[in-house]
DNA sequence: GACACGTGGGC
DNA sequence: TGCCCAAGTGT
């Protein structure tokens, strides 16, 4: 890598400074430097993209335009606000931390990087932006973009992956950011990221920082930044059980901890776990899986049912770490069957549209 | 430190 | 299609 003198650095500020106060984003966030602003945008801005983010932060603020609203609002609501968002623990943890500001600290914001660490679903990057944006406080954020644009400017070549690699970034970009605009300066380099230094097809020919990209000055700006690559999704293949009654549809309730946890979905069965039924699982052929099937619902789940495939390709889902193959099956059950072992219940339409579903189940439902 | 945790967009 | 990416955090 390389650094800069102290006349370079700032050199840098003022350029990116002066670019970012003609050419930054007008985005809803940035009407003012309100720390609930500031915060519910950063949380819904994880991992996704600003485009996906507005309409929900739109919506959000209507919806729950305090930290007390927020407080106070119950779980399913919440829960439907945040519907389609993903990472749907962020939305408990909003909730859980705007409790812990309105119940344990009397409505006041911690203001430095250490307190706002406390808060429920605030790491490094999230208490920077807020301690900078909303508090004015010197500090580094350091997301994404932060570290794709400063390991292309100085050719850092640490990988980005490595949770380590985060506090050596940390002291770099210290050294960088201005003591009178911090937060301006964090959200230049972000839009810097989203615009001219994209991770793919960036245009650097025309950024307004170009002089001082020295990746991009060698010719090597897409050796930048050094990432490992993540494991492929695992795929996971399930029979889907469809059991209607009238407008109800039986769902099952996804366990508290995991993947979509509380969420409701049609019954998912793991084939693999149909398969274990057998002492001879690889040679089971299409219509024993499917006996198998019925065995297995009337061990784990109690319910006498008779499946039929419902025809049409497996429903694929994919998440960061797993791949979902679902096999649609129409299941007879009556409406009074004994629910006693199974966990879930007769959800009506009506119902069905108060509470928030996954993706993956809205997908289910266009199938039928 | 490695992995879990959603969804949509771009190529 | 498959793969990578997008304002990360919790365990």
Redo the contacts with the bound molecule.
């Keep these: 890598m390389i650094e800069w003198s102290a006349s370079q650095i700032r050199d840098f500020q003022q350029t990116l400074l002066t670019w970012y106060d003609n050419n930054g ?1 007008d ?1 809803p ?1 940035r009407r003012d430097h309100d720390p609930y602003h500031v915060w519910v ?2 949380i819904m ?8 983010v507005i309409p929900y932060y739109e919506r959000f603020m209507a919806l729950f335009p305090t930290v007390e609203a927020l407080a106070a609002t119950p779980e399913a609501k919440l829960m439907k606000a945040w519907e ?6 962020r939305a408990r ?1 909003l909730q859980k931390a705007a409790r812990q500001i309105v119940n344990d600290n009397s409505g006041q914001w911690p203001q430095t990087v250490e307190g706002l ?1 406390d808060l ?8 920077g ?1 807020i301690a900078s944006i909303a508090f004015n406080q010197p500090v580094p954020a350091v ?3 932060a570290f ?1 644009v400063f390991a292309r400017l100085l050719e850092i070549d640490l990988d980005i992956a ?3 690699t985060r506090s050596a970034f940390e002291k770099i970009i210290a050294r960088i950011i201005p003591q009178d605009r911090p937060g301006d300066f964090n ?1 230049a380099i ?2 810097l ?2 615009s001219y230094m ?4 960036p245009d650097s020919k025309h950024s307004p920082v170009k002089a001082f990209n020295q990746a991009y000055l060698d010719g090597v700006e897409l050796q930048y930044p050094v ?1 490992s ?4 999704p695992v795929k996971v293949a399930y029979f889907g059980l469809v059991m209607r009654h009238g407008d109800q549809f039986l769902m099952q309730q996804r366990p508290s ?5 509380n969420f409701w979905t049609f019954p998912l069965v793991a084939e693999d776990d149909v398969l274990a039924l057998s002492e001879t699982p690889e040679l089971v052929t299409d219509e024993e899986r499917l006996t198998l099937l019925e065995q297995y619902v009337r061990q784990e789940f109690g319910l006498t049912v008779h499946v039929v495939p419902m025809g049409g390709k497996p429903v694929k ?6 791949q979902w193959v679902i096999t649609l099956l129409a299941a007879q059950v009556t409406a009074d069957t004994d629910l006693s072992y199974f966990p879930g219940k007769w959800l009506s339409t009506a119902a069905l549209d108060k509470i928030a579903l ?3 189940q809205e997908k289910l439902f266009a199938r039928i």
């Design positions: 984003r985005l966030w945008s950063e801005l994880q991992q996704t993209q600003v485009n996906t389609g968002l993903g990472y749907y623990s943890n660490k429920a679903g605030v790491g490094p990057y999230t208490a932006a997301d994404g973009n794709r490595k949770p380590q959200q972000m839009d990221g989203s994209t991770a793919k097809n990432k690559k993540k494991p492929k901890g995991g993947l979509l946890a889902h994919t998440f960061t770490h797993r996954p993706k993956v």
